[in-house]
């Protein structure tokens, strides 16, 4: 079930509750990761007037985002983090906890930590007993471009972005990062990991993995001229349902291995629905092909 406010976590976390009197515009924000999230987050908060610290594990990195107005400094050294108030871990899924144990030393108690991960459940089960203000997020944007160089300004206007509060996460850490989801535009939702995971499981992961099997299936055609062809005239259509299968390659996979189960689930209802549809074509009922046609044509507005 979708929280609203009221019904985020109402515990304590000591003097935080003097950070959150701090006006927004006067917090520091720490981003651990400078790809295309990493380095979108800094342009929008700079822009909003947010002081952006960043790290990366290249100078290269570094210096290219405080180039681009991605960050008003950045190092490699996660120790550099120590002033920012909130931070957005923008990481890989399988580093975020070495990241965290790695960071917490130069942290003080108050700061506020969240992710952007796609998924959230073992993510907050594994960092929440390592910082206590941690907030698990994500916002739903991106490309299929990767690193700094990728960043774009307003990835995030209009878009969702979920917070998955637990029991124990302070509410005024979870009103601090929706504070600046709010500030980037975003639509924000507040659910349980295991609700995100498994919505997720069926709007995003499914997709990707659908995605690739249709690259993999159009590279079974065994006459070369005619698998030539096929890319040749590959268009809108193709264009729109490949795309996310042509994204990043670790993603998927982390996507994957980290929400399982419930992407199994939404791939056995998909082969379910797909053989179907198999079964009416090969019995040639063409109207029940127009009824499966005219419910998707129904259905596309709900998700969109």
Not at 183 to 206: F, M, N, Q
């Amino acid at each position: 079930m979708v929280m609203g406010d009221s019904e985020a976590s109402m515990g304590t976390a000591g003097s935080a509750a003097e950070q959150s009197a701090k006006p927004l515009a006067q917090l520091t924000v720490g981003i651990v990761g400078l790809g295309l999230i990493g380095g979108s987050l800094g342009l929008d908060l700079r822009r909003r007037g947010y002081r952006v610290l960043g790290v990366s594990r290249k100078v290269v990195t570094c210096d290219r985002a405080v180039a681009r107005g991605a960050a008003d400094a950045a190092s490699v050294e996660l120790s550099s983090l120590a002033p920012a108030d909130v931070i957005f871990l923008c990481t890989p899924l399988n580093v975020l906890g070495q990241t965290v144990e790695q960071l917490c030393p130069h942290l003080e108690p108050e700061t506020v930590l969240t992710d952007v991960g796609s998924v959230k459940g073992p993510i907050v089960q594994e960092i929440e007993p390592l910082w206590p203000t941690f907030v698990g997020g994500h916002p739903m944007a991106g490309t299929t471009e990767q690193g700094i160089e990728a960043a774009l300004l307003d990835l995030f206007q209009d878009r969702p972005y979920v917070l998955t509060p637990t029991a124990q996460t302070p509410a005024v850490a979870v009103e601090r990062v929706k504070e600046l989801a709010i500030a980037l535009g975003s639509k924000t939702y507040l659910c349980t990991p295991e609700e995100h995971d498994r919505a997720v499981a069926w709007i995003s992961h499914l997709p990707v993995m659908v995605s690739t099997s249709l690259f993999q299936a159009c590279r079974r055609e065994e006459t070369p001229t005619v698998r030539a062809l096929a890319q040749q005239l590959a268009s809108s259509g193709f264009r729109d349902t490949s795309r996310v299968g042509g994204g990043n390659p670790e993603l998927g996979l982390l996507m994957a291995r980290y929400n399982r189960a419930a992407l199994l689930a939404s791939l056995a209802s998909y082969r379910e629905s797909l053989g179907q549809v198999m079964e009416l074509i090969e019995a040639e009922d063409w109207d029940g092909i127009e009824a499966t046609l005219r419910q998707g044509s129904e259905d596309r507005p709900l998700f969109l």
